[in-house]
């Protein structure tokens, strides 16, 4: 976890420098590289980055009455349209922005962040030889903060070449260009510091670390290999003060060729879909599946009647692969599989039991609408003594009706209340969860759960490992005490 006295910020500066600002030196460039190998690069591909100007207007909320001058003020007229205006929410302000961006296509096709042109209702493409091109909005998508601008040239515009960001090594150095704090077109050159890192900034989170100097404006711009060909998309930094200290982030180009090629045909992303729920695998669980090490996404729950169920996948499958990528944990099949576009078969590696199995399984773009729940009823009441500070019922249609669980959940044991005493009180456990398993086997009444866990107890296990279901149907994996 970051420490607290640091942010992540995004990279739009909000305004430019006055003119005449004068840019800091740039860092110096890492040891080993030639003298001019990165200016070579620099002077290559200057014409294929710009910078991106927006604005948008400011919305006037009318906060006082006008006033009342009397019935005979010559100002009444003046205030009355004023105040008109401002029910209209007309203003003639507006907010401003700088960032960056690079050509893709040599017919005017530009990429940049989307929270660079959020909400922008003008977008200005400024290019190196000081020409300007208003741009319009081809189609963005936030959860990989991506946004796909066209302008109209006259003539072909120059753009770059993409290189492979998989084939980044940590310790390779790579070029920075952009707009930072809107002072204009910059360069900067560092190392990969780092990669795959997770900043919690989305679900697809896959970032590129880098120690080039990037701020504030930068946001859009790519990141080079020393051959002039772009790695990423410089997207945000870690930061005490909002500005660099030699943590920054670019999306990798790999993910943003895929997503690009997507939003020019559907003007969207269209990401795939199985129907799985899925976290990453227990070490107990790898024990018992003989796997090498905790690897893979643990199938928590499977959606009935979705592409998963319907090519076999089961609940305590693990998905080794997907799509021929490895899937090392949870969140990479996340990732995994929405790359993996839709209308299509994909071949899955799955461990079940000690043995690896491998299935194909249809991409779908949506996930199917939950089923109306049914009416509830009466209360109902516990059977037996509680297990653990926990009473229990069998699932049953009287414990479906009350709690409102999902026809997914076939059957489990139903939370009914959790005691004070409970020494599972402070666990994440709640009135109408379902017990689905414990230790990847069933249980379906009261009484068979008390049994297991009783059998646990006595081989000297301390702790089981229980699958608990929401009654909305999302299942997640926990380690309960029972010593």
Do not use: W
């Amino acid at each position: 976890m970051f420490c607290r006295a640091f942010r992540v910020t995004l990279l739009t500066a909000a305004m430019a420098l006055p003119a005449g600002g004068v840019a800091r030196a740039m860092p110096a460039v890492a040891q080993g590289v030639g003298s001019q190998v990165i200016p070579d690069v620099i002077s290559r591909v200057i014409d294929s980055v710009v910078l991106i100007s927006t604005s948008e207007k400011v919305s006037a909320e009318l906060t006082n009455p006008p006033p009342d001058l009397g019935p005979d003020s010559d100002l009444n007229q003046f205030f009355k349209k004023f105040f008109e205006r401002q029910r209209r929410g007309e203003s003639d302000e507006r907010e401003t922005g700088e960032g960056s961006g690079f050509i893709v296509n040599a017919d005017g096709t530009i990429i940049t962040n989307y929270h660079v042109i959020e909400d922008a209702d003008r977008i200005e493409v400024t290019f190196n030889d000081g020409s300007k091109l208003p741009a319009t909005i081809v189609g963005t998508d936030k959860l990989i903060d991506i946004a796909v601008l066209k302008v109209a040239s006259k003539t072909p515009l120059k753009a770059v070449t993409f290189g492979d960001s998989n084939s980044l090594r940590i310790g390779q150095t790579v070029i920075a260009m952009g707009n930072p704090f809107g002072i204009g077109l910059s360069a900067s050159a560092g190392i990969v510091s780092g990669r795959n890192r997770n900043i919690r900034n989305g679900p697809y989170d896959d970032f590129i670390q880098t120690d080039a100097a990037i701020n504030k404006g930068n946001s859009g711009g790519p990141l080079f290999n020393l051959r002039g060909q772009v790695v990423g998309m410089d997207t945000a930094i870690l930061s005490p003060t909002g500005s660099s200290v030699g943590i920054g982030f670019a999306v990798p180009i790999n993910e943003l060729r895929p997503a690009l090629a997507q939003i020019l045909r559907y003007g969207e992303i269209r990401r795939g879909h199985i129907g799985v729920r899925v976290e990453d695998v227990p070490d107990e669980v790898a024990a018992r599946l003989k796997l090498a090490k905790p690897e893979g996404a643990l199938v928590a729950d499977v959606t009935s009647d979705g592409p998963a169920a319907k090519a076999g996948i089961r609940q305590g499958d693990v998905i080794l692969s997907f799509d021929g990528k490895p899937v090392p944990d949870a969140r990479t099949l996340q990732r995994v599989v929405g790359e993996a576009g839709i209308d299509r078969t994909a071949k899955a590696e799955i461990r079940r039991g000690t043995k690896n199995v491998h299935i194909e399984v249809a991409l779908a773009s949506e996930k199917p609408a939950p089923k109306p729940a049914p009416p509830k009823p009466a209360a109902q009441a516990p059977e037996g003594a509680p297990v653990l500070g926990l009473e229990l019922a069998k699932l049953d249609a009287n414990s479906r009706h009350r709690f409102k669980i999902s026809p997914g959940i076939e059957r489990g044991v139903v939370i009914l209340a959790v005691l004070p005493s409970s020494p599972l009180k402070s666990l994440d456990l709640h009135v109408g969860d379902t017990i689905v398993e414990v230790e990847q086997q069933q249980v379906t009444t009261p009484e068979e759960l008390r049994n297991r866990l009783g059998a646990l107890k006595h081989r000297g296990t301390t702790k089981a490992l229980v699958l608990v279901a929401r009654p909305e149907g999302t299942m997640r994996f926990l380690r309960i005490p029972i010593g």
